[in-house]
Nanobody
Framework: QVQLVESGGGLVQAGGSLRLSCAASGSTSSINGYHWYRQPPGKQRELVAS???????TYADSVKGRFTISRDTAKNTVYLQMNSLKPEDTAVYFC?????????WGQGTQVTVSS
């Protein structure tokens, strides 16, 4: 089992920055990828960024050049640095970890960007 806990959300003005953290515990050695998803109000959850065991990262087109995903293996923590935030980035942000058989989700953290 893997437990994921997100933190770092909040209210920020457009153009500002936030850094989200996802602290992982449990059987983390089985995880081969960590992902940040977001769910805007009234919309479906969407993939924002991923980081894989070998260090490969991928991003949704809507956040490329503004968001950076990173992983601190010593701290078992995954980060999402969000710069140049826009009102359309407002959403609940979720951390997800995947191994060969399962997906694990955190409880989410709210990010609100005011115009």
């Amino acid at each position: 089992q893997v437990q994921l806990v997100e933190s770092g959300g909040g209210l920020v003005q457009a153009g500002g920055s936030l850094r989200l953290s996802c602290a992982a515990s449990g059987s983390t050695s089985s995880i081969n990828g960590y992902h940040w998803y977001r769910q805007p109000p009234g919309k479906q959850r969407e993939l924002v960024a991923s980081v894989y065991r070998g260090g490969t990262t991928t991003y949704a087109d809507s956040v490329k050049g503004r968001f950076t995903i990173s992983r601190d293996t010593a701290k078992n923590t995954v980060y999402l640095q969000m710069n140049s935030l826009k009102p359309e980035d407002t959403a609940v942000y979720f951390c997800k970890g995947t191994d060969l058989n399962r997906a694990y989700w955190g409880q989410g953290t709210q990010v609100t960007v005011s115009s």
